[in-house]
Protein backbone atom coordinates (compact mmCIF):
# COMPACT_ATOMS: atom_id res chain seq x y z
CA UNK A 1 0.00 0.00 0.00
CA UNK A 2 1.30 3.24 -1.23
CA UNK A 3 1.45 6.10 1.56
CA UNK A 4 2.49 9.87 1.24
CA UNK A 5 2.78 11.46 4.62
CA UNK A 6 3.68 15.37 4.32
CA UNK A 7 4.91 17.29 6.78
CA UNK A 8 6.54 20.79 7.54
CA UNK A 9 3.77 23.55 6.77
CA UNK A 10 3.00 26.24 9.26
CA UNK A 11 2.33 29.71 9.20
CA UNK A 12 5.20 32.47 8.65
CA UNK A 13 5.67 35.69 7.49
CA UNK A 14 6.83 37.00 4.60
CA UNK A 15 10.27 37.03 4.06
CA UNK A 16 10.18 34.06 5.88
CA UNK A 17 11.07 30.05 5.26
CA UNK A 18 9.67 27.20 5.43
CA UNK A 19 10.89 23.33 4.49
CA UNK A 20 8.44 20.75 3.58
CA UNK A 21 8.83 16.97 3.59
CA UNK A 22 7.00 14.36 2.19
CA UNK A 23 8.42 10.43 2.94
CA UNK A 24 6.86 8.18 0.86
CA UNK A 25 5.92 4.39 1.50
CA UNK A 26 4.78 0.86 -0.51
CA UNK A 27 7.47 1.15 -3.40
CA UNK A 28 9.89 3.44 -4.61
CA UNK A 29 8.88 6.45 -7.16
CA UNK A 30 10.79 7.95 -10.17
CA UNK A 31 9.50 11.64 -10.81
CA UNK A 32 8.76 13.20 -7.70
CA UNK A 33 6.81 16.69 -7.40
CA UNK A 34 4.89 19.50 -6.00
CA UNK A 35 2.18 21.20 -6.30
CA UNK A 36 0.04 23.65 -4.70
CA UNK A 37 -3.94 25.23 -4.41
CA UNK A 38 -3.68 28.85 -3.78
CA UNK A 39 -7.65 29.18 -2.11
CA UNK A 40 -10.01 29.64 -4.61
CA UNK A 41 -7.90 28.39 -7.46
CA UNK A 42 -6.90 25.36 -9.35
CA UNK A 43 -4.22 23.13 -7.83
CA UNK A 44 -1.29 24.35 -10.10
CA UNK A 45 2.33 23.13 -10.55
CA UNK A 46 5.77 24.06 -8.18
CA UNK A 47 8.49 21.86 -8.92
CA UNK A 48 9.63 18.29 -10.14
CA UNK A 49 12.72 16.40 -10.28
CA UNK A 50 13.57 13.27 -11.68
CA UNK A 51 14.75 9.83 -10.47
CA UNK A 52 17.40 9.29 -12.16
CA UNK A 53 19.94 11.87 -12.38
CA UNK A 54 17.79 14.34 -10.19
CA UNK A 55 16.92 17.07 -12.56
CA UNK A 56 14.93 19.56 -11.46
CA UNK A 57 12.36 22.10 -13.21
CA UNK A 58 10.33 25.10 -11.66
CA UNK A 59 7.29 27.50 -12.23
CA UNK A 60 8.20 30.91 -12.71
CA UNK A 61 6.52 32.66 -10.18
CA UNK A 62 8.93 30.21 -7.41
CA UNK A 63 12.24 30.05 -9.31
CA UNK A 64 15.21 31.13 -7.49
CA UNK A 65 13.43 30.82 -4.28
CA UNK A 66 12.06 27.06 -3.63
CA UNK A 67 14.49 24.02 -3.88
CA UNK A 68 13.44 20.63 -4.63
CA UNK A 69 15.52 18.00 -3.41
CA UNK A 70 14.98 14.20 -2.78
CA UNK A 71 17.33 11.65 -0.48
CA UNK A 72 16.53 8.08 -2.29
CA UNK A 73 17.63 6.43 0.00
CA UNK A 74 14.75 7.58 2.61
CA UNK A 75 12.41 7.99 -0.66
CA UNK A 76 11.23 11.66 0.72
CA UNK A 77 11.21 14.78 -1.56
CA UNK A 78 11.59 17.73 0.12
CA UNK A 79 10.49 21.89 -1.17
CA UNK A 80 12.63 24.14 0.57
CA UNK A 81 10.99 27.33 0.14
CA UNK A 82 12.64 30.44 1.16
CA UNK A 83 11.37 34.36 0.42
CA UNK A 84 7.91 33.85 1.14
CA UNK A 85 5.02 35.57 -0.43
CA UNK A 86 1.87 36.31 0.85
CA UNK A 87 0.94 34.90 -2.92
CA UNK A 88 2.49 31.56 -1.94
CA UNK A 89 -0.39 30.95 0.42
CA UNK A 90 -1.41 28.12 -0.74
CA UNK A 91 -2.22 23.57 0.67
CA UNK A 92 1.07 21.89 -1.06
CA UNK A 93 0.65 18.72 -2.09
CA UNK A 94 3.37 16.24 -2.71
CA UNK A 95 2.84 13.90 -5.93
CA UNK A 96 5.43 10.49 -6.84
CA UNK A 97 4.95 8.99 -10.33
CA UNK A 98 6.25 5.24 -10.52
CA UNK A 99 7.75 5.79 -14.16
CA UNK A 100 9.62 8.77 -15.13
CA UNK A 101 8.46 11.43 -17.77
CA UNK A 102 9.39 14.01 -20.02
CA UNK A 103 10.47 17.56 -18.26
CA UNK A 104 7.19 19.32 -20.10
CA UNK A 105 4.58 16.26 -19.15
CA UNK A 106 5.76 16.17 -15.31
CA UNK A 107 5.02 19.51 -14.99
CA UNK A 108 0.82 18.37 -15.37
CA UNK A 109 -1.07 17.03 -12.27
CA UNK A 110 -1.59 13.52 -14.61
CA UNK A 111 2.21 12.55 -14.77
CA UNK A 112 1.32 11.74 -11.26
CA UNK A 113 0.10 8.26 -9.66
CA UNK A 114 0.44 9.23 -6.12
CA UNK A 115 -0.59 12.13 -4.34
CA UNK A 116 -0.05 13.45 -0.20
CA UNK A 117 -2.90 14.52 1.59
CA UNK A 118 -2.10 18.30 1.47
CA UNK A 119 -0.35 20.94 4.09
CA UNK A 120 -1.59 24.56 4.89
CA UNK A 121 1.22 27.17 4.22
CA UNK A 122 -0.03 30.37 5.08
CA UNK A 123 2.17 33.57 4.67
CA UNK A 124 1.43 36.84 6.04
CA UNK A 125 2.36 40.29 5.13
Known amino acids: QVQLVESGGGLVQAGGSLRLSCAAS??????MGWFRQPPGKEREFVATISGNYGTTYYADSVKGRFTISRDNAKNTVYLQMNSLKPEDTAVYYCAVAATSSSSWYARNKDAYDYWGQGTQVTVSS
Open 26 to 31: GRTFST
